[in-house]
């Protein structure tokens, strides 16, 4: 049935636009991360992309701030960090803050993915711009504004996933 779906959609579709943060792209990512959570896929992997999709959201507010004309001193990042924020509020119930240490940092593995995942996101968009920007305004290949940001985060996740970086830690028996 899902295929059929897929299907039919591809069919009716007209025009694609290139955007990293279109809202398609952004209701597919939010309503994935619960369905993988339920999956049993690891939380830091989950942890990435629910940082990416909060700071997409964070990316549409803006937008609509600036429809509005609501323009303040330090807004982008204040809405941006807000958004990436919002963590918080989504999976509060349902995770266990378990601080470890990770690289110099004191942190629950969740919120430290969820941060690298949005810190991935908003520099893959900012090396776009410079590249396009190199290339004389013009992207270097089709999609190449959705293709950085997705395959930045995509690596990141996949490398937190191989080191498994929110499974609990073991306790040292060596010395038994």
Same mark, same amino acid.
């Given at each position: 049935?899902?295929?059929?779906?897929?299907?039919?959609?591809? %069919?009716?579709?007209?025009?694609?636009?290139?955007?990293?943060?279109?809202?398609?792209?952004?209701?597919?990512?939010?309503?994935? %991360?619960?369905?993988?959570?339920?999956?049993?896929?690891?939380?830091?992997?989950?942890?990435?992309?629910?940082?990416?999709? %909060?700071?997409?959201?964070?990316?549409?507010?803006?937008?609509?701030?600036?429809?509005?004309?609501?323009?303040?001193?330090?807004?982008?990042?204040?809405?941006?960090?807000?958004?990436?924020?919002?963590?918080?509020?989504?999976?509060?119930?349902?995770?266990?803050?378990?601080?470890?240490?990770?690289?110099?940092?004191?942190?629950?593995?969740?919120?430290?993915?969820?941060?690298?995942?949005?810190?991935?996101? /908003?520099?893959?968009?900012?090396?776009?711009?410079?590249?396009?920007?190199?290339?004389?305004? /013009?992207? /270097?290949?089709?999609?190449?504004?959705?293709?950085?940001?997705?395959?930045?985060?995509?690596?990141?996740?996949?490398?937190?996933?191989?080191?498994?970086?929110?499974?609990?830690? %073991?306790?040292?028996?060596?010395?038994?």
């Amino acid at each position: 049935m899902a295929v059929v779906l897929v299907l039919l959609f591809c %069919l009716i579709s007209v025009e694609a636009m290139a955007n990293p943060a279109c809202p398609i792209c952004t209701v597919a990512v939010g309503a994935s %991360l619960e369905i993988a959570r339920r999956m049993g896929v690891d939380d830091a992997v989950v942890g990435v992309w629910a940082g990416a999709f %909060l700071l997409i959201l964070g990316y549409w507010a803006n937008r609509w701030f600036d429809k509005k004309g609501w323009n303040f001193k330090g807004r982008d990042f204040i809405v941006l960090a807000l958004s990436v924020l919002m963590i918080l509020a989504m999976y509060v119930s349902q995770l266990e803050y378990t601080p470890k240490a990770i690289l110099i940092f004191w942190l629950d593995p969740f919120l430290f993915a969820t941060l690298c995942g949005a810190l991935t996101f /908003h520099f893959a968009m900012r090396f776009y711009q410079w590249m396009k920007e190199k290339n004389g305004g /013009h992207a /270097h290949f089709p999609f190449e504004k959705v293709v950085l940001p997705f395959g930045a985060v995509a690596l990141v996740a996949w490398w937190f996933g191989k080191i498994q970086l929110c499974a609990p830690a %073991l306790p040292d028996l060596s010395g038994l």
